[in-house]
């Protein structure tokens, strides 16, 4: 059996970052004040994050620079390996080839990291003394807090209940790491007791968490707000896996034809797929791209393209994004890195203008997959993990049944060590085949009162 494994050194971990807008043939549209519903600039974003950031966030420039503090902490885990899966093909008895880059090397366990650290410099560089997050599964929470303890920053982290309860271990994780870790909805926040009066037992969401770490930071002037996901540069920074991944792919002499990631807000997807979807702008290539959602939480399969917050509360900017409304609340599966009722801007873009495409998959389908996946190539995928999994394993069955074979890369974006209760409930069948109904989806966007585009 060949080699599996394909590195890179540590002087080919990438000196810049691809920023897609450059790129795209419809640029994405503004967003809107969430009192006047007028477009913004960026010093509307002023109060929540740090100038550099508001700056690539706005950026039109197809590489940015990777400050050489950022770079030196990313040698830590970067570059990160990409895996041909022999025993799963086998497993599979498909003629489908299947890589995968494995980001669950990092000190988080996830490919979080990869925007927490450049988040947190340029926080520090702007003398910021607190950061506040929200967390979902913990990844991100986690990751923000190991980046902020390089940087010498407070960390405080709103961590969606149902996760908070259910994944122990992550919050050990960030109080290590020295961050203070609140269940959401809290008692701390107007935000949170606005939610807590309307529902005591709320299981939370992380649009709940998102407005309670907003109102913090937003009314606290040494205190900035830092975002997992969704919004522009954060997308932008998680390139690095994909630009990793394109090196990787030619060192092997093979391309992908389809590239497939797990979708919570979009920065796993797009830090695999933006860079490969480069060379379909530049070099006129055909490589296809699979978003893979929860059949729970289904924003780009199910929902609508309109203005619409990214909290629950409304205190952020109106964004232009595939959604399910502000106020939905997903049923609180095990992949709570994937429970969010919206899509980046970028992402939503891209699949109006059918440049993507989206699948979703219920979680016994996605436990399904990981398992065997852990069974053949010995790596426990995180739930969030597992959803690719579901969509790769339906594109080698395609594969298997046109007889024509087809190379497939998925982003393995983190491991399960600290998601081991869901396997337990998948082993023990307390987990359910959920998938939201078209009524739950009405009744949410029933709701909406934000600009129709």
């Known amino acids: 059996m060949q080699n599996r494994k394909t590195l890179l050194t540590e002087q080919e971990i990438p000196d810049k970052w691809y920023n897609i807008v450059a790129d795209m043939p419809n640029k994405p549209l503004p967003p809107l004040h969430p009192g006047t519903r007028e477009p913004i600039g960026p010093e509307a974003l002023a109060p929540l994050f740090p100038m550099e950031l508001i700056k690539q966030e706005v950026s039109t420039d197809k590489w940015i620079p990777i400050p050489d503090a950022v770079r030196d902490i990313y040698t830590m885990w970067r570059p990160t390996p990409l895996y041909r899966a022999y025993a799963l093909e086998k497993a599979l008895?498909?003629?489908?080839?299947?890589?995968?880059?494995?980001?669950?090397?990092?000190p988080a366990g996830s490919h979080k990291p990869n925007t927490a650290v450049p988040q947190a410099y340029y926080n520090k560089m702007e003398g910021?003394?607190?950061?506040?997050?929200?967390?979902?599964?913990?990844?991100?929470?986690?990751?923000?807090?190991?980046?902020?303890?390089?940087?010498?920053?407070?960390?405080?982290?709103?961590?969606?209940?149902?996760?908070?309860?259910?994944?122990?271990y992550r919050k050990m994780m960030m109080n290590t790491w020295g961050a203070k870790v609140y269940s959401s909805p809290t008692d701390h926040t107007q935000s949170g007791r606005q939610i807590l009066a309307q529902d005591p037992n709320s299981p939370g969401?992380?649009?709940?968490?998102i407005s309670e770490a907003v109102e913090r930071a937003a009314t606290d002037e040494n205190t900035k707000y830092a975002l997992g996901s969704v919004l522009n540069h954060v997308l932008m920074h998680q390139t690095i896996i994909g630009l990793e991944a394109v090196e990787q792919m030619k060192k092997?002499?093979?391309?992908?034809?389809?590239?497939?990631?797990?979708?919570?807000?979009?920065?796993?997807?797009?830090?695999?797929?933006?860079?490969?979807?480069?060379?379909?702008?530049?070099?006129?290539?055909?490589?296809?791209?699979?978003?893979?959602?929860?059949?729970?939480?289904?924003?780009?399969?199910?929902?609508?393209f309109r203005y619409d917050f990214g909290d629950t509360v409304g205190m952020t900017p109106l964004l232009p994004m595939y959604t399910?409304?502000?106020?939905?609340?997903?049923?609180?599966?095990?992949?709570?890195?994937?429970?969010?009722?919206?899509?980046?801007?970028?992402?939503?873009?891209?699949?109006?203008?059918?440049?993507?495409?989206?699948?979703?998959?219920?979680?016994?389908?996605?436990?399904?997959?990981?398992?065997?996946?852990?069974?053949?190539?010995?790596?426990?995928?995180?739930?969030?993990?597992?959803?690719?999994?579901?969509?790769?394993?339906?594109?080698?069955?395609?594969?298997?049944?046109?007889?024509?074979?087809?190379?497939?890369?998925?982003?393995?974006?983190?491991?399960?060590?600290?998601?081991?209760?869901?396997?337990?409930?998948?082993?023990?069948?307390r987990l359910v085949k959920h998938e939201v109904t078209n009524e739950d989806i009405a009744n949410s966007l029933a709701t909406l009162d934000t600009p129709v585009i």
Request: hydrophobic residues 40%; proline residues 5%; charged residues 20%.
């Open 324 to 429: 399910l409304g502000h106020n939905f609340v997903p049923a609180p599966i095990h992949a709570g890195g994937l429970r969010y009722h919206g899509a980046g801007v970028i992402v939503s873009q891209l699949l109006k203008d059918q440049l993507i495409e989206a699948r979703a998959h219920h979680q016994l389908e996605c436990f399904e997959a990981g398992v065997l996946f852990a069974k053949t190539e010995g790596i426990i995928p995180a739930p969030e993990a597992s959803h690719a999994l579901a969509t790769v394993f339906a594109e080698a069955q395609a594969a298997k049944e046109e007889g024509k074979s087809r190379t497939i890369l998925f982003n393995l974006c983190g491991h399960g060590h600290f998601d081991l209760q869901a396997y337990d409930d998948y082993f023990n069948n």
């Open 128 to 168: 910021v003394k607190r950061i506040t997050t929200e967390t979902g599964a913990g990844q991100w929470g986690s990751a923000l807090s190991f980046a902020c303890q390089h940087f010498g920053i407070e960390c405080e982290v709103y961590m969606v209940k149902v996760s908070y309860d259910g994944k122990p």
């Open 252 to 304: 092997v002499g093979d391309m992908p034809d389809v590239v497939v990631a797990p979708f919570g807000g979009g920065s796993n997807f797009a830090g695999i797929s933006f860079p490969f979807l480069r060379l379909n702008f530049d070099e006129g290539r055909n490589i296809r791209f699979v978003a893979s959602e929860p059949a729970s939480c289904p924003k780009l399969t199910r929902g609508v």
């Open 93 to 106: 008895d498909t003629p489908a080839k299947i890589y995968y880059k494995y980001e669950g090397v990092s």
């Open 205 to 209: 969401s992380l649009g709940i968490a």
